[in-house]
């Protein structure tokens, strides 16, 4: 059975006289951690196999406990992590068998204390593999939209395939935070400016390295990825400080 820290989701404090929960219910302790859950993100997680509620015999969903816990888990996984829910799945089946496991990491993992990370949090080693690439369906997974959504992202170009049709893990970052700007009325082809700007400090950071990358020397070649990587973080660590300049804030 999966544990919750204390505080979390799934304490199954309104659970019915049978210790079984109705969706509606179920809801109601979700919000207490995930305000923006709802039914129809319930009934996706189910349908992914993240949760197996009991049915009565007139259909409806009974939820237990460890489900709601379970669910937790799920949640709070995607939120904190940006894992896709195959990931999320496999990762917590090993926990309930009993397996030693640690966290999987895709792309960059937020900070929970604050508005910044640090670079060795942004690129450092990670503890276990990264996961090579994503589908189409796990990327919609991971991110809870659509595939209408994911379409308009791609026509502004915020978010792109590779050649092969999968994408990079980090893209389960950036569909993540479009969808919490998102939710404050920021739409798209608001963001195309943004995406400009990224691109064109993406090309001054490859600009700097290429002749590293061009050089005889294997280790001066090894060194351009170190020294790509730490490149970026500066450059991130730049445009968020500038950005907080122009809007007089200061994060804490």
Not at 67 to 82: A, I, P, T
Not at 85 to 107: N, Q, S, Y
Not at 220 to 246: N, Q, S, W, Y
Request: aromatic residues 4%.
């Amino acid at each position: 059975m999966l544990h919750t820290p204390s505080g979390g989701a799934g304490t199954g404090a309104a659970a019915t006289d049978s210790g079984l929960m109705s969706i509606g219910t179920v809801l109601n302790v979700l919000r207490d951690e995930f305000p923006e859950v709802t039914i129809s993100k319930i009934r996706f997680l189910e349908s992914e196999g993240l949760v197996e509620p009991q049915r009565t015999p007139s259909g409806y969903r009974k939820f237990s406990a460890e489900d709601v816990e379970r669910l937790g888990h799920v949640l709070r996984m995607q939120r904190d992590h940006y894992l896709p829910l195959k990931v999320i799945r496999e990762h917590l089946d090993a926990l309930e068998r009993g397996e030693p496991v640690r966290m999987p990491v895709l792309g960059r993992q937020r900070d929970t204390e604050g508005g910044e990370q640090r670079l060795e949090e942004l690129y450092g080693e990670p503890e276990e593999p990264t996961v090579a690439r994503l589908g189409r369906e796990e990327l919609l997974a991971a991110a809870g939209i659509g595939e209408e959504q994911l379409a308009e992202w791609e026509s502004y170009g915020l978010v792109c395939a590779l050649p092969d049709g999968a994408y990079d893990p980090e893209t389960a970052t950036v569909a993540t935070l479009l969808v919490e700007l998102g939710r404050f009325g920021i739409e798209p082809r608001h963001l195309r400016a943004m995406k400009a700007a990224a691109d064109r400090e993406a090309g001054l950071v490859d600009q700097v390295v290429a002749p590293l990358r061009r050089h005889r020397n294997p280790q001066t070649r090894a060194h351009a990825e170190a020294r790509t990587k730490e490149l970026a973080g500066l450059t991130v660590k730049l445009h968020a400080a500038l950005v907080r300049t122009a809007l007089g804030v200061r994060l804490p």
